[in-house]
T-cell receptor
Framework: DADVTQTPRNRITKTGKRIMLECSQT?????MYWYRQDPGLGLQLIYY???????NKGEISDGYSVSRQAQAKFSLSLESAIPNQTALYFC???????????FGPGTRLTVL | GENVEQHPSTLSVQEGDSAVIKCTYS??????FPWYKQELGKGPQLIID?????GEKKDQRIAVTLNKTAKHFSLHITETQPEDSAVYFC?????????????FGIGTKLQVIP
């Protein structure tokens, strides 16, 4: 079973729609992250959370919001999707005693 | 902030040959350098990492070298196999306000030709 799961894996939506991407982990890690991947740009940090009550903006948080419903769940929302938010989105987790981040399989989002 | 440059963006090698991917970083305070492999349809997976107090680390066919003075680090894959074909990302990590900030390179698409 995968340690970090993301749903949905693929999503096509229209401009202006609200959409939520979900991430769950069974690794017991406190820290969770949302990244966006665009061709030629690597991975850019959107939001990160150290625990349920600690949420922080990353490099490109505009247009996004997050919710940490439990230690194991971290959701990313696009309140009003726009075409330039078309990208591959990854969730990642990290324990407090390691520097290694563990990534989910990704969600491919297309905004028409 | 930290800036990580990665070269080349694409690399094709014959099976059995070696592959080298190079990265440079800008902030001398960076102290942790992971390398990730991303296969098609999957998320990045850590394959090897190195800390700033070490110059070289090896794990079977994969090795990473770090030159702190020049602020560059490299991934070496020997005896390449078709299953090594993937996108490889380097990253540099630095502590910033209690948070370990990770900056990724843009990725190198490696193709191993059978």
């Amino acid at each position: 079973d995968a340690d970090v799961t993301q749903t949905p894996r693929n999503r096509i939506t229209k401009t202006g729609k609200r959409i939520m991407l979900e991430c769950s982990q069974t690794k017991g890690h406190d820290r969770m992250y949302w990244y966006r991947q665009d061709p030629g740009l690597g991975l850019q940090l959107i939001y990160y959370s150290f625990d349920v009550k600690d949420i922080n903006k990353g490099e490109i948080s505009d247009g996004y919001s997050v919710s940490r419903q439990a230690q194991a769940k971290f959701s990313l929302s696009l309140e009003s999707a726009i075409p330039n938010q078309t990208a591959l989105y990854f969730c990642a987790t990290k324990g407090t005693t390691t520097d290694t981040q563990y990534f989910g399989p990704g969600t491919r989002l297309t905004v028409l | 902030g930290e800036n990580v440059e990665q070269h080349p963006s694409t690399l094709s090698v014959q099976e059995g040959d070696s592959a080298v991917i190079k990265c440079t970083y800008s902030d001398s305070a960076s102290n942790y350098f992971p390398w990730y492999k991303q296969e098609l349809g999957k998320g990045p997976q850590l394959i090897i990492d190195i800390r700033s107090n070490v110059g070289e680390k090896k794990d079977q066919r994969i090795a990473v070298t770090l030159n702190k003075t020049a602020k560059h680090f490299s991934l070496h894959i020997t005896e390449t196999q078709p299953e090594d074909s993937a996108v490889y990302f380097c990253a540099a990590s630095i502590k910033s306000g209690g948070y370990q900030k990770v900056t990724f390179g843009i990725g190198t698409k490696l193709q191993v030709i059978p």
